[in-house]
Nanobody
Framework: QVQLVESGGGLVQAGGSLRLSCAAS????????MAWYRQAPGKQRELVAS???????NYAESVKGRFTISRDNAKNTVYLQMHSMKPEDTAVYYC??????????????WGQGTQVTVSS
């Protein structure tokens, strides 16, 4: 099996910074794309940022210029560095990884989520 474990969430004041981490472990041949999503109360889960195994990145318009996604392929870990945070960034943040467990099969796996709260 594959497990994704997130860390780094918490409470921060508006304008502050946080760094999230998500490590994939288990029966892994390779990790393809990795991504961060978030879900605020009463809203749908939305993509925040994604990164390919080669390092190409994609961001939601709402976080461009403030958030940076990166990864350490040797550690199967993805990071989300968040700066200039706003109250509207408050949500549960989830990581997702597309993991290849064999030459023929790749599947998406999700972390358990970590709460990020930005106070005004």
């Amino acid at each position: 099996q594959v497990q994704l474990v997130e860390s780094g969430g918490g409470l921060v004041q508006a304008g502050g910074s946080l760094r999230l981490s998500c490590a994939a472990s288990g029966s892994i041949l390779s990790v393809n794309s990795m991504a961060w999503y978030r879900q605020a109360p009463g809203k749908q889960r939305e993509l925040v940022a994604s990164i390919t195994s080669g390092g190409s990145t994609n961001y939601a318009e709402s976080v461009k210029g403030r958030f940076t996604i990166s990864r350490d392929n040797a550690k199967n870990t993805v990071y989300l560095q968040m700066h200039s945070m706003k109250p509207e960034d408050t949500a549960v943040y989830y990581c997702k990884a597309n993991v290849r467990r064999s030459l023929l099969v790749a599947s998406d796996y999700w972390g358990q989520g970590t709460q990020v709260t930005v106070s005004s």
